[in-house]
């Protein structure tokens, strides 16, 4: 089927992350976000309504007392509840702060942030009395009952448009301010690199607290005027064939995980639910957020190949909050393979290609950066070594530079995003 190129550059033209809601709402009114049910039900809600009711949510922000650039963290346990928290909170000049609805992780950052409001939902409301502190708490169901503003705040392109946590991968987790232009840049970057356009339709469940979940699985796709379609986090991790299901009922091209949710299908679906769903639209299975199992990505393409999902679909990805989302993806096209590695060269901090065996390691290889971006390796380097060791007689070993080719190191990303 020929590519339309709607969606391509849908939000081109968007100055502030907001606009890239009010753009699809307006280009494309109808198109919907599915919220898939834990009993297989689904609650539809059209791009249109999704403007309507986040306009709302921040004439009742307004109502309330939230100034422009108040951090406002937002708890919910339904995205369909967080969503209109979050355009809402845009809509209204404050500076959304997604959480999960845990009270240790709501309660470190709402003592970082200096003790702002916090929106809820029905069910995240009583978590706030779990907090040693009193909360003001601003109800979702309240706020959806204000009127919405006029005028939407207009921000600065470089003024910040949400505070994303980072998942904590590599350490505590820390608050990245992202910035409108940052965002939009990245947004482009990562259309571009998976060439996704408004013929694609998303099934995920990856949480909107998550960079990848928030970023990957609903602003992408927003600005790309995709249709999404949404399995709750915690339904799929009770039965994970209910995401699978949702994305062959829907004939789902994209859809995202991480390496744990490949394994979790790998042993909670069986076999025959499978082999009954046709998975043959999936163009790209996105994998990132965590360390990928080479042993874990074999096993899950096995265990989906009777339901026809292209060998070449599953990309590994690379990307961290700082960087707003993605920093790397593999050429479309091509079947990704681990890169098996000799394992007492890469613990002196080289990368030495082998062949598989005990003393060897396998690592995803994660691919290209994204348009505009650029990553180097650096770290100690001495005897004329790397661009810190040039032009250094006494060849320091102290020195920190930019390390050669398949050298071990630090990795540092630059680019608009």
């Keep these: 089927m020929e590519r339309s190129n709607e969606g391509l550059n849908g939000g081109a033209s968007a ?3 907001l606009d890239v809601l009010l753009g699809a709402a307006r280009e494309v009114p109808e198109r919907t976000v599915v919220h898939v049910r834990a009993d297989g039900g689904e609650h539809t809600v059209t791009f ?6 986040a306009l709302r949510v921040a004439g009742g922000l307004i109502e309330a007392g939230v100034s422009a650039g108040t951090p406002l963290p937002l708890v919910a346990d339904r995205g369909e509840d967080f969503q209109p928290m979050f355009w809402g909170a845009l809509a209204a000049g404050a500076v959304p702060v997604p959480l999960a609805p845990e009270p240790r992780r709501v309660g470190p950052v ?57 998942s904590g991968s590599t350490g505590s987790p820390k608050g990245v301010e992202l910035t409108h232009a940052g965002v939009l ?24 607290f998550h960079d990848m979940g928030l970023i990957g699985t609903h602003l992408v796709p927003m600005a790309a005027r995709v249709r999404q379609i949404r399995v709750e986090p915690l339904s799929f991790a ?22 744990f949710a490949l394994d979790l299908a790998v042993r909670r679906i069986p076999a025959a639910t499978l082999a009954g769903l046709d ?77 598989p065996g005990t003393d060897a390691v396998e690592l995803m290889d994660l691919g290209l950066p994204v348009e505009g971006c650029e990553v180097r390796i650096t770290g100690p380097v001495g005897d004329g070594e790397g661009d810190g060791g040039a032009g250094n007689p006494e060849g320091a070993r102290a020195a920190h530079g930019v390390l050669g080719e398949s050298r071990v190191g630090h990795v540092e990303v630059r680019g608009p995003q």
């Design 279 to 355: 998975l043959s639209p999936v163009r790209l299975l996105l994998v990132g957020a965590e360390p990928i199992a080479p042993r874990v990505w074999r096993a899950f393409q096995a265990h989906t190949a009777p339901a026809g999902l292209d060998p070449c679909a599953p990309l590994p990805v690379y990307g961290l909050a700082e960087a707003t989302l993605a920093v790397t993806v593999p050429p479309l096209g091509e079947r990704a393979e681990p890169v098996v590695l000799d394992r007492a060269a890469l613990s002196r901090g080289r990368a030495v290609e082998t062949t």
């Design 48 to 53: 249109a309504g999704l403007r309507d009711e």
């Design 15 to 17: 100055e502030t992350l």
């Design 110 to 166: 709402w003592e970082l942030l200096g003790r702002p409001p916090v929106v809820v939902d029905a069910s995240t409301a009583p978590l706030l009395g779990e907090l040693d502190a009193d909360v003001a708490a601003l109800p979702l169901d309240t706020l959806r009952e204000g009127r919405p503003p006029r005028r939407p705040h207009r921000p600065a392109p470089d003024d910040v448009a949400f505070l994303q946590f980072s």
């Design 185 to 208: 840049a990245n947004l482009h970057q990562i259309r571009t690199a998976m060439a996704i356009t408004g013929d694609d339709v998303i099934a995920t469940w990856m949480p909107y």
């Design 238 to 259: 009770k039965r994970p064939a209910l995401w699978l299901e949702a994305a062959a009922r829907h004939r789902a091209t994209l859809l995202s995980a991480a390496n």
